[in-house]
T-cell receptor, first 116, second 116 residues
Framework: DTGVSQNPRHKITKRGQNVTFRCDPISEHNRLYWYRQTLGQGPEFLTYFQNEAQLEKSRLLSDRFSAERPKGSFSTLEIQRTEQGDSAMYLC??????????????FGNGTRLTVT | GDSVTQMEGPVTLSEEAFLTINCTYTATGYPSLFWYVQYPGEGLQLLLKATKADDKGSNKGFEATYRKETTSFHLEKGSVQVSDSAVYFC???????????????FGQGTILTVHP
């Protein structure tokens, strides 16, 4: 079990640029989640996948945000035309679902985005 | 909507002191309740959980009891150590029809600092 891996650890970008983050979940996990955490706050849910299907998106996820999990393994989160308000820690988590049971979420260390 | 409220921090204690971090929640149905911990420079880790009323979760000397009548899940530890210094997050996961979606609602976090 190598844990949930996120890259890059840090990203600094200028307002208006596009950025993409990658998440590699624990290999046997079929669910993958994206959360966003701003300073002094708890993580907020953005979206989640079961295998390659994106099952739910939060209203926090504006049209500038898009997430994919093309082969049901790694996932990418892209932010287009970044704004300063997008500056945050972006967290990925994974879990395993079987029938109606779900394992606890395992979180990665996050990607910290700074928009200047 | 669902919400989690944690006591304001930061909390500063001396080693071997008793710790309580209060957590109350608002949710429909019968959520599962969690405490996550984030050590400096690391990702969120599950500390303990409880899935139904009166359940007690415990791990590493920490305990929390699911109190449906007071909608609370307070975290306690009888004797804290310097290594317990971290940010602690209370969270809930709404259950529906016996299926746990894995979409967590977090509190804002409580910073704990333990001095020798």
């Amino acid at each position: 079990d190598t844990g949930v891996s996120q890259n890059p650890r840090h990203k600094i970008t200028k307002r208006g640029q596009n950025v993409t983050f990658r998440c590699d979940p624990i290999s046997e996990h079929n669910r993958l989640y994206w959360y966003r955490q701003t300073l002094g706050q708890g993580p907020e849910f953005l979206t989640y996948f079961q295998n390659e299907a994106q099952l739910e998106k939060s209203r926090l996820l504006s049209d500038r945000f898009s997430a994919e999990r093309p082969k049901g393994s790694f996932s990418t989160l892209e932010i287009q035309r970044t704004e300063q308000g997008d500056s945050a820690m972006y967290l990925c988590a994974s879990s395993f679902v079987w029938q109606d049971q779900i394992s606890p979420l395992h979180f990665g260390n996050g990607t910290r985005l700074t928009v200047t | 909507g669902d919400s989690v409220t944690q006591m304001e921090g930061p909390v500063t204690l001396s080693e071997e002191a008793f710790l309580t971090i209060n957590c109350t929640y608002t949710a429909t149905g019968y959520p599962s309740l969690f405490w996550y911990v984030q050590y400096p420079g690391e990702g969120l880790q599950l500390l303990l959980k409880a899935t139904k009323a009166d359940d007690k979760g415990s791990n590493k000397g920490f305990e929390a009891t699911y109190r449906k009548e007071t909608t609370s899940f307070h975290l306690e530890k009888g004797s804290v150590q310097v290594s317990d210094s971290a940010v602690y997050f209370c969270a809930l996961n709404r259950n529906a029809g016996g299926t746990s979606y894995g979409k967590l609602t977090f509190g804002q976090g409580t910073i704990l600092t333990v001095h020798p």
